[in-house]
T-cell receptor, first 115, second 111 residues
Framework: AQSVTQLDSHVSVSEGTPVLLRCNYSSSYSPSLFWYVQHPNKGLQLLLKYTSAATLVKGINGFEAEFKKSETSFHLTKPSAHMSDAAEYFCVVSGRMDSSYKLIFGSGTRLLVRP | EAQVTQNPRYLITVTGKKLTVTCSQNMNHEYMSWYRQDPGLGLRQIYYSMNVEVTDKGDVPEGYKVSRKEKRNFPLILESPSPNQTSLYFC??????????FGPGTRLLVL
């Protein structure tokens, strides 16, 4: 079975400081992993994706994530937070099971950015 | 512009009154799916469709129906809505299940 755990429900940082949002996954298959962002009252936007190519994945808006198989982690980072980064972030795992795909979402991490 | 559209965006209804939420995409994607989002639970998949006339249950299909008669449309049907179906619903599409494009969401309140 596949699952994803976001280790923090809320993360608060000061503007200009680094961001770390933690995600651990469990998968019996070779997983694809994603991070999505949801701004208030908006839909979900894909930040980045890992699909078994380079383990360090760069996304939009300066975010990146590193796939670590030995630690079953896919943490999201950004060197310097901006006020516009305040949003909810979802870690997602996908894997092919039989002839279908399944997407499993984490419960989300709300990022607060203090001025 | 590539997009996924949902209608209506907001809906208040009463228990038992059948409703349909429409979803349409203009990217010629094969894969479409529906999710519901509830506080603290993230998004949970309701149904998905790999192509026209091919649909399958996700994690929380009870109380919902879908159909896929055309590639671009994937409506979500609630035959007899109940208050526990009050939620925020998202439709998504993709060429595969990788990198899905999400619609803007439909906020449903069932009284």
């Amino acid at each position: 079975a596949q699952s994803v755990t976001q280790l923090d429900s809320h993360v608060s940082v000061s503007e200009g400081t680094p961001v770390l949002l933690r995600c651990n996954y469990s998968s019996s298959y070779s997983p694809s992993l994603f991070w999505y962002v949801q701004h208030p009252n908006k839909g979900l936007q894909l930040l980045l994706k890992y699909t078994s190519a380079a383990t360090l994945v760069k996304g939009i808006n300066g975010f990146e994530a590193e796939f670590k198989k030995s630690e079953t982690s896919f943490h999201l980072t950004k060197p310097s937070a901006h006020m516009s980064d305040a949003a909810e972030y979802f870690c997602v795992v996908s894997g092919r099971m039989d002839s279908s795909y399944k997407l499993i979402f984490g419960s989300g991490t709300r990022l607060l950015v203090r001025p | 512009e590539a997009q996924v559209t949902q209608n209506p965006r907001y809906l208040i209804t009463v228990t038992g009154k059948k409703l349909t939420v429409t979803c349409s995409q203009n990217m010629n994607h094969e894969y479409m799916s529906w999710y519901r989002q509830d506080p603290g639970l993230g998004l949970r998949q309701i149904y998905y469709s790999m192509n026209v006339e091919v649909t399958d249950k996700g994690d929380v299909p009870e109380g919902y129906k879908v159909s896929r008669k055309e590639k671009r449309n994937f409506p979500l049907i609630l035959e007899s809505p109940s208050p526990n179906q009050t939620s925020l619903y998202f439709c998504a599409s993709s060429k595969t299940s990788v990198a899905q494009y999400f619609g803007p969401g439909t906020r449903l309140l069932v009284l």
